[in-house]
């Protein structure tokens, strides 16, 4: 073999060694950045590192209200989210156990600026935090509610929790999951929806039977942000109210036998003859369980405003009413020759100075008036006063959205 192709074989052997060792070079250690001539070399972050997407809604400055706040990570998890209105109040929420999502126990509600901030770590555990806000466009028309009974009370066995709505409640449904009714002995009752006597709508809270005396009832109404549905208009705050049953007492009304009795943890503590509403027409009285609404003292009663032309314009002594038609337990010293005898009042259930003078001092709203007699008008109606004890348990239970 020639000297040129003994050094030709020597170079394709040292080309095919370089190109079996390049590999290995490039998995060794790079030079020092302090080694004279080292390479600099641009390093691109891992994908594990990049910041974590967090999206938030509702969004924008007009947001739709009546909806949780919803905030999502993509690339990432949350580790931590606040939001917070512009009072400073905080909505709380639920994260998911991925980290991947959370949402807000309450809904945001109409007119109010919102701040989210999220705390978040990436998928190669970088920490970094991000924040939102949002504004939701105001009410247009806003539903008030009227509710008994008052805060601090004392009340009587048979007192519902009641709650009138100022306009028309469509998502019935909706509005019956804010509610929340709690007790010192866990009281079995249900809500149901009526027809209120002034033509608005009504949700009441009876126990399955009458109170236990001493129970302590709670009303949480969490409405704020709740659409009422159709016309109705938003609700715009919370309500509550706490109250506790008193003693159990019972007024017995008999209109056969022209008496009531008053029945105190069962012993009768008191037989008052009385004179109930005219038999055959429109002053007869009503029968079944009514309940006393308040004590209204001395009021002017007026024939007019029942239905029952110029009969009567008077004012009347220790009044408590019993429904909203007009139909009151009274002081009626006019009608004396009565009691006990016959029924001629224009449909209340009069009694004399002496006796309605006790009496009232010793009812409370709350208690039942359980009223019998064969000629009357009828049983009361459940939006007549407090009257959804003239329905059976079952009968009650239909009434309720979420049945």
């Not at 009303?219 to 309500?239: C, I, M, P």
Request: charged residues 20%; aromatic residues 8%.
């Amino acid at each position: 073999m020639s000297r040129i192709r003994v050094l030709a074989h020597a170079r394709v052997r040292a080309a095919v060694v370089a190109a079996l060792l390049a590999p290995l070079a490039a998995c060794s250690p790079a030079a020092s950045p302090a080694s004279p001539g080292a390479p600099v070399t641009e390093v691109t972050p891992s994908p594990d590192d990049r910041p974590v997407t967090v999206t938030v809604t509702p969004a924008g400055a007009k947001a739709p209200a009546g909806e949780p706040v919803r905030v999502t990570a993509a690339g990432g998890r949350l580790t931590s989210v606040t939001v917070t209105d512009a009072e400073g109040h905080q909505l709380t929420g639920r994260a998911a156990a991925d980290g991947r999502s959370w949402v807000s126990d309450r809904k945001a509600v109409p007119g109010t600026s919102y701040t989210v901030k999220a705390a978040t770590r990436s998928s190669g555990g970088t920490a970094r935090s991000t924040e939102a806000g949002f504004t939701t466009a105001p009410a247009e028309k806003v539903n008030k509610v009227d509710w008994r009974p008052g805060t601090g009370s004392t009340v009587g066995v048979a007192q519902p929790v009641s709650l009138v709505f100022d306009h028309p409640v469509k998502n019935r449904a909706e509005v019956e999951k804010q509610l929340r009714i709690t007790t010192s002995n866990d009281t079995e009752g249900s809500w149901g929806w009526i027809r209120d006597w002034s033509g608005r709508d009504r949700v009441d809270w009876r126990p399955r039977t009458y109170w236990k005396p001493g129970t302590e009832v709670t009303l949480k109404a969490e409405l704020n942000g709740t659409d009422s549905g159709a016309a109705g208009g938003w609700f715009v705050r919370d309500y509550t109210t706490a109250f506790t049953i008193g003693d159990r007492q019972i007024v017995e009304v008999d209109l056969d036998r022209h008496q009531l009795s008053l029945v105190r943890d069962g012993r009768t503590v008191r037989r008052i003859p009385v004179s109930g509403g005219t038999p055959g027409g429109d002053k007869r009285s009503w029968r079944g369980t009514a309940v006393l609404m308040a004590k209204e003292g001395t009021i002017n009663m007026n024939s007019e405003t029942v239905g029952l032309g110029n009969a009567y314009d008077k004012m009347v002594d220790h009044s408590m009413r019993l429904t909203w038609s007009g139909m009151y337990a009274h002081a009626a010293p006019w009608n004396a020759k009565h009691f006990g005898r016959s029924n001629q009042s224009s449909g209340c259930i009069g009694m004399s100075d002496a006796d309605a003078a006790w009496f009232y001092a010793q009812v409370r709203p709350g208690d039942p008036f359980e009223i019998t007699g064969k000629d009357t008008k009828g049983v009361v109606d459940p939006g007549n006063g407090f009257g959804a004890w003239n329905l059976s348990w079952a009968a009650w239970q239909q009434r309720s959205a979420l049945r």
